[in-house]
């Protein structure tokens, strides 16, 4: 988020340590939730 960050990819499994984190990261960061590599690949790639 430093370095000017807005999105993550986080692991589906994951989800419940994202709740964890402070809120003002929150507000400011987009979580992209996934299940397996190909996924988050075409997720980060913006492929549907």
Same mark, same amino acid.
């Given at each position: 988020?430093?370095?000017?960050?807005?999105?993550?990819?986080?692991?589906?499994?994951?989800?419940?340590? *994202?709740?964890?984190?402070?809120?003002?990261? =929150?507000? /400011?960061?987009?979580? @992209? *939730?996934?299940?397996?590599?190909?996924?988050? =690949?075409? /997720?980060?790639?913006? @492929?549907?």
């Amino acid at each position: 988020m430093e370095n000017g960050a807005r999105r993550a990819l986080i692991p589906i499994e994951n989800r419940r340590q *994202f709740l964890e984190v402070s809120g003002d990261v =929150a507000e /400011k960061l987009d979580p @992209i *939730f996934y299940g397996d590599a190909h996924v988050a =690949a075409n /997720k980060a790639l913006g @492929i549907t």
